[in-house]
């Protein structure tokens, strides 16, 4: 994706100004839609599309921001630019979700504002992506949930009414099958490796898989918009039992986690790992206010 705007991989219109100056991935887009129709699709509740675009736009940051804590932590040099890279893909699509998010709710916020200024509270992220990274096993068995699921969720979004959501979900899902292949090459070498990768794998699995469940249990705003995410769950259940067959690893049996008196983080209730998390991602834009590079 080029540097010059958030919705240029999308369109086929040139790069913007020259010398913006912007924070990491945001500041400065004079039009943040870059000739994408930015009007909500008729019959489309604006208010429902931003906080949807803001779900999927928090999965992706949140997520970006734990692949890239890899970087000088990964068993190989090449896994570490492995890793950086599949972060960068998820953060593309954060830009453009979140700057959808802000265009369409009426708050006038850019992509940095939402990314940086928003407390724990106001993030609409899964837990699962915000968990600890644990060692290399548990990052693995986590990209694999995330991606299987993700990818399944993105080829049907990529006919979504809302021409931007679309071209997102049509551009996310090249990404998102790379990463699936990815975590699939890891887990069969790791499962079916020495009895050590083995025993990590199997940990991994049992520690993340109750978080899986959360991906698939509709909010409000899902079924209101008509994306009930519960009808992905067989195909991705499904393609994950293949991978963990090929693996040699059991396709584990645990219940979903629980959710806080019905609410999880999709409604803004997460773990303890996401105020740590949330405090380094934001620590140089709330350091320097206003800064631009």
Known sequence: MSDDHVYLSLT???????????????TGFADPLLGVDAAAPEGVDPADLAAYCLMLGD???????????????????????????????????????LTRAGQLDGSGRGEDELAYWREESAYRNVRLVELENGDFAHCVVRLLLFATAREELYRRLADHADPVLSAVAALGVKELAYHREYASSWTVRLGDGTEESHRRMRAALD?????????????????????????????VLASLERVL???TLPLPAAPGRAYVN????????????????LAELQVVARAHPGATW
């Open 12 to 26: 086929e219109a040139g790069p913007g100004p020259e010398g913006e100056a912007r924070w990491a991935y945001g």
């Open 262 to 277: 019905g609410r999880a983080g999709r409604h803004g209730v997460h773990t303890e790992a996401m105020g740590p998390l």
């Open 207 to 235: 520690a993340l898989w109750p978080w899986l469940e959360e991906l698939f249990t509709p909010h409000e705003v899902e079924l209101r918009l008509g994306v009930d995410p519960l009808p992905l769950r067989e195909p």
């Open 59 to 97: 999965d992706a940051l949140v997520l970006s921001q734990r692949l890239i804590q890899w970087i000088t932590r990964a068993p190989e040099l090449e896994e570490e630019v492995a890793l950086a890279n599949l972060g960068l893909d998820l953060l593309g699509q954060a830009r453009r979700l």
């Open 245 to 247: 067959a090929e693996a």
